[in-house]
């Protein structure tokens, strides 16, 4: 929302010809780093984390309590002002972007020669890729260090990653991102207002705009002055591909931000692995599939040296290829096995449990209804939603792995003596019935459609450069980056803002499990795989459709501007141009 506000007057003022972009973009990135450090502020403000021992009693079953003890066993969430620091700093984060992605985009493009650019904007869009994917690498990484305790297990109680109390170090990232923008600032700010040689570019470019009725390209039309802005409007909105490139930007932005937001969950939830791990996966795919189809985009673009209307068609051929990976999302993996959601807790039968419902006549005495979620997984191979509603009494923990004994939902003849080991020597032998953390599960699909996914996400990266270029392209010279501002606030507005919000309805319409504690509704805790699956693909299927109608639909009114000349050529000439070639010796009036 920051970036949508400031969008119009960055990429307007910022565009003047007294102002200096780089200096812009530099005060930007400052602004974004500062935003980074805001936001790590609540992990240093806070009390240390507690959540191993401490709760061992909360979440095991207490025989003969109500669940109103267990509610007042709860801390009061003394955090959640904290929440208007978060907003705060992403506020900054929108802010110190603005002119990274419009002013940066026509500074680089007005420093190289046309032929180059979506070279260069490859390289430049490539990194904002690799970033992002570098960040959910480096992130499932810090997520796997205890928030606060470096010498881990020993602070951590005996708590794994896969438990629901387990809080990795995630203000790491923050601190090291907010340092690194803050230093790349000042070397931004240095550049000059225009790079040597730039004027002579100018002078060089051929304009490629659009050529229809109305149109104008005459570089009288600079501004710089408030007043100029309706004008400005007036031309881009009159400009049928630049609206419809605009509209294409958001049905892309609305995948993009869905995915980058929801990919981790989905992959977590279907294939039943830890979130840091399916963090990590999605970086690992996002830099060979989004980088390379940004680098490979751009390059394209050159090697085929594609004019403004090659290019547009360049968006329809590779936007209705992966309208085809969408199908991708066709796979899914069975739910797993879920006492008292897909599963009946005495496991008779494969058929599900008619109504969700996690008290059992072997947990109903323990008082399990307001326990948080802290999955087991039992010797039986089903996992149950805490130790408490598995009926364990006692736990123990041995070198990060918690184990659970007599637990009442669990025959106590199918218990198992395992052996602990540090990875190199024996540690000790424990008789157990369940272990902390979900059942491990195998599903063959998962090379399959992490390939899939691949090339869904290589053939949505390889639009990025061709779209920027078309837009840059349509678009008279003088305005090119506000056509860039006001792009952007149609792909936020229209995409990536209700973007995520509508892929998260969609995924909450699958959820089996919906934690409750004291009456107040949580999050969910288990989904429903196959639909899912099928809504991740019907609405992927829904916006390639789209963006590939609109990117037909910016290449059929698309008008160049030499429209005229090819019309004499063809010895096509309109009514409004016949007086203007008559007494001229033209082989095609002759013909």
């Known amino acids: 929302m920051a970036s949508l506000v400031c969008a119009i007057p960055v990429s307007y003022f910022g565009s003047r010809s007294d102002a200096s972009k780089p200096r812009w973009i530099g005060w930007g990135v400052f602004i974004m780093g500062l935003g980074?450090?805001?936001?790590?502020?609540?992990?240093?403000?806070?009390?240390?984390?507690?959540?191993?021992?401490?709760?061992?009693?909360?979440?095991?079953?207490?025989?003969?309590?109500?669940?109103?003890?267990?509610?007042?066993?709860?801390?009061?969430?003394?955090?959640?002002?904290?929440?208007?620091?978060?907003?705060?700093?992403?506020?900054?984060?929108?802010?110190?972007?603005?002119?990274?992605?419009?002013?940066?985009?026509?500074?680089?493009?007005?420093?190289?020669?046309?032929?180059?650019?979506?070279?260069?904007?490859?390289?430049?869009?490539?990194?904002?890729?690799?970033?992002?994917?570098?960040?959910?690498?480096?992130?499932?990484?810090?997520?796997?260090?205890?928030?606060?305790?470096?010498?881990?297990?020993?602070?951590?109680?005996?708590?794994?990653e896969s438990s629901d109390l387990w809080l990795g170090a995630w203000w790491i990232g923050f601190i090291l991102s907010g340092a690194i923008s803050m230093v790349i600032s000042w070397p931004l700010m240095a550049f000059p207002s225009a790079l040597p040689g730039a004027k002579a570019l100018a002078l060089e470019r051929e304009s490629e705009a659009y050529g229809g009725k109305g149109s104008t390209h005459s570089t009288s039309n600079a501004f710089g002055r408030l007043c100029d802005l309706p004008g400005a409007s007036k031309i881009l909105a009159g400009n049928p591909t630049f609206v419809a490139l605009s509209l294409a930007g958001a049905t892309e932005g609305t995948l993009l931000a869905g995915f980058a937001t929801f990919m981790p969950k989905f992959i977590e939830s279907q294939f039943s692995i830890q979130a840091s791990f399916a963090a990590i996966i999605v970086g690992f795919i996002a830099v060979p599939a989004g980088g390379g189809g940004t680098l490979i985009g751009g390059w394209l673009i050159k090697k085929l040296n594609l004019k403004c209307a090659g290019i547009l068609k360049f968006c329809i051929g590779f936007s209705f290829l992966c309208l085809l990976s969408c199908f991708t999302f066709f796979i899914s993996c069975p739910n797993l096995k879920f006492a008292g959601v897909n599963t009946s807790y005495e496991n008779r039968s494969s058929s599900p449990p008619s109504v969700v419902n996690l008290i059992a006549p072997c947990n109903k005495d323990c008082g399990c209804q307001d326990v948080s979620f802290d999955p087991v997984c039992g010797v039986n191979g089903i996992t149950y939603f805490s130790p408490c509603h598995a009926g364990c009494t006692l736990s123990g923990s041995v070198k990060a792995m918690k184990y659970y004994r007599e637990c009442g939902c669990l025959p106590f003849e199918d218990a198992q003596e395992v052996n602990i080991t540090d990875g190199t020597k024996f540690v000790d032998t424990v008789l157990l019935e369940a272990l902390g953390g979900t059942c491990p599960y195998n599903c063959q699909h998962i090379f399959i459609f992490l390939c899939g996914s691949g090339i869904f996400m290589f053939f949505m990266f390889i639009l990025e450069i061709p779209t920027l270029q078309s837009t840059l392209r349509c678009v008279p010279a003088t305005h090119r980056s506000f056509a860039l501002g006001l792009q952007w606030i149609v792909v936020r507005l229209l995409g990536t803002i209700p973007g995520p919000i509508l892929f998260g309805a969609l995924i909450d319409n699958t959820c089996m499990l919906w934690q409750e504690n004291c009456g107040k509704k949580g999050s969910c805790r288990t989904y429903d795989n196959f639909y899912m699956s099928r809504y991740m693909m019907s609405i992927s299927i829904v916006a390639k459709t789209?963006?590939?109608?609109?990117?037909?639909?910016?290449?059929?009114?698309?008008?160049?501007?030499?429209?005229?000349?090819?019309?004499?050529?063809e010895g096509v000439v309109s009514p409004e141009h016949a007086k203007e070639f008559q007494g001229h010796d033209n082989p095609a009036l002759e013909m």
């Open 36 to 160: 980074s450090f805001i936001f790590a502020i609540p992990h240093f403000s806070s009390s240390q984390y507690e959540g191993g021992d401490s709760m061992t009693d909360f979440l095991t079953c207490l025989r003969g309590k109500s669940s109103e003890a267990r509610c007042n066993l709860l801390v009061d969430n003394q955090f959640s002002s904290f929440k208007y620091i978060f907003i705060m700093a992403q506020l900054l984060h929108g802010v110190g972007a603005s002119p990274l992605y419009t002013l940066g985009v026509t500074f680089l493009d007005e420093s190289v020669p046309v032929r180059m650019s979506s070279v260069y904007l490859g390289i430049f869009f490539a990194m904002a890729v690799i970033g992002p994917a570098a960040g959910f690498v480096l992130g499932g990484q810090f997520l796997k260090i205890y928030i606060d305790a470096p010498d881990y297990p020993e602070k951590a109680g005996g708590i794994q």
């Open 546 to 569: 789209l963006s590939t109608i609109l990117f037909f639909t910016s290449w059929w009114f698309y008008v160049p501007p030499q429209e005229q000349a090819s019309e004499e050529a």
